[in-house]
Structures are given as structure tokens and as C-alpha cells.
T-cell receptor, first 111, second 115 residues
Framework: GENVEQHPSTLSVQEGDSAVIKCTYS??????FPWYKQELGKGPQLIID???NVGEKKDQRIAVTLNKTAKHFSLHITETQPEDSAVYFC??????????WGAGTKLIIKP | EPEVTQTPSHQVTQMGQEVILRCVPI?????FYWYRQILGQKVEFLVSFYNNEISEKSEIFDDQFSVERPDGSNFTLKIRSTKLEDSAMYFCASTRTSGSQETQYFGPGTRLLVL
């Protein structure tokens, strides 16, 4: 079955710097790749997603890139702010709707 | 902005007891999901539900689990005889349509502790 690997497990960056989180997936049929942000005590919240017919998508300080050949996708956060501190999850989905999740990255923004 | 809600936020139960976790999906959504997250581990898919039927379920979703939409708004997950290893955060999610690329909106979760 599908497996999603996510790295790093913890990422600490200085406020204002960029953060990059990477995921790889195993099922070449996966066609939808969302990123979720989970703050302490809350459910995952979608922050950006990308579909398999697109290589890059940007929304203000957040961007996601997808390399279907290599089966990896990445989350880029620029000009990081303290409120970006959270756990970030990547996920992948094919036609059977269930999301397969990465293990999560704890992002720490140092003031 | 519409959101998925879940009750209770926390549930403590004794091993062997039945628990019912409740979810109110976004009102115009038709597809519903349960996921769980054991502390420190990945979020895992449990089950998807549409038109009063289970669409898909994972290996985790055994005979101890059941789902129901008892009325037009609630979506419930029942665990018949809880085990210690059922302790986890349980998330409900919903989507508007069935497309595999539809955004899943998650509730805040119910933290279940089985003693």
C-alpha cells in the first residue's frame, strides 16, 4: 500500500528565515497532496494542497512543489513568523479517497 | 466559516466499556471520515462513509468499531469494548463531494484514554 515518508521530524529555524519540509510517497497513482498544520490541542487544518497536474502552487508565504517523477513533494514557508510554530503533516491520496499521512514535522520558530 | 465539531473533547473510560464519539460535519457535506492518531504516531485512516454506508475501511476498523449517521447532522464512531490500545486522538473529517482531490476538513478531535 501507499507509504508517505516525511523529513525532518523536527525543524528549528530563526524567525524570518525559510523552512522546508519534504515528503516522499510510494504509490505512483497518488494524485492529491495536501499539507495540514496542527496546533496543540487542535485538529489538522489544511494550509495548501497540490494536485498531480501541477508542479508548484503558492499562497502568500507558503508554497508547495511536486515532482511526480521522483515521487516527492515539499512545503516551503518563507519569512517565518512565531505563529508558524506547529506540527505540519503531508499526506497523499489516490482515487480511494483515504489520506495516507506522513509522520509529521514539528516546526519551531526561534525569536 | 463552517467547521466540523466533535464531542466530547476528552473521554476517559475503563477497558471493556463502550464509547461513542460524536461529530457534526459541515452541513452541506456528504462524505464523512474517521481518523485516529496514537500519541507520537501518524494519523491513520479508519473509515469513510457515504449515503448511510461505509465506503472504505482500514484494517484497524475491525468488528469492535461501527459508524452511524443517526440523524441529519451527527456522525458517530462507536467502539464496543475498548482496549488499552484504543487510546488515541480521534478526528472526524468531511468533504463536500466524493472526488479524491476534495479537501477534507477536520474537527478538533476527541482525546480518548482507556484505563
Amino acid at each position: 500500500g501507499e507509504n508517505v515518508e516525511q523529513h525532518p521530524s523536527t525543524l528549528s529555524v530563526q524567525e524570518g528565515d525559510s523552512a522546508v519540509i519534504k515528503c516522499t510517497y510510494s504509490d505512483s497513482a497518488s494524485n492529491y497532496f495536501p499539507w495540514y498544520k496542527q496546533e496543540l490541542g487542535k485538529g489538522p487544518q489544511l494550509i495548501i494542497d497540490i494536485r498531480s497536474n501541477v508542479g508548484e502552487k503558492k499562497d502568500q508565504r507558503i508554497a508547495v512543489t511536486l515532482n511526480k517523477t521522483a515521487k516527492h513533494f515539499s512545503l516551503h514557508i518563507t519569512e517565518t513568523q512565531p505563529e508558524d510554530s506547529a506540527v505540519y503533516f503531508c499526506a497523499a491520496s489516490r482515487s480511494n479517497y483515504q489520506l495516507i499521512w506522513g509522520a509529521g514535522t514539528k516546526l519551531i520558530i526561534k525569536p | 466559516e463552517p467547521e466540523v465539531t466533535q464531542t466530547p473533547s476528552h473521554q476517559v473510560t475503563q477497558m471493556g466499556q463502550e464509547v461513542i464519539l460524536r461529530c457534526v460535519p459541515i452541513s452541506n457535506h456528504l462524505y464523512f471520515y474517521w481518523y485516529r492518531q496514537i500519541l507520537g504516531q501518524k494519523v491513520e485512516f479508519l473509515v469513510s462513509f457515504y449515503n448511510n454506508e461505509i465506503s472504505e475501511k482500514s484494517e484497524i476498523f475491525d468488528d469492535q468499531f461501527s459508524v452511524e449517521r443517526p440523524d441529519g447532522s451527527n456522525f458517530t464512531l462507536k467502539i464496543r469494548s475498548t482496549k488499552l490500545e484504543d487510546s488515541a486522538m480521534y478526528f472526524c473529517a468531511s468533504t463536500r463531494t466524493s472526488g479524491s482531490q476534495e479537501t477534507q476538513y477536520f474537527g478538533p478531535g476527541t482525546r480518548l484514554l482507556v484505563l
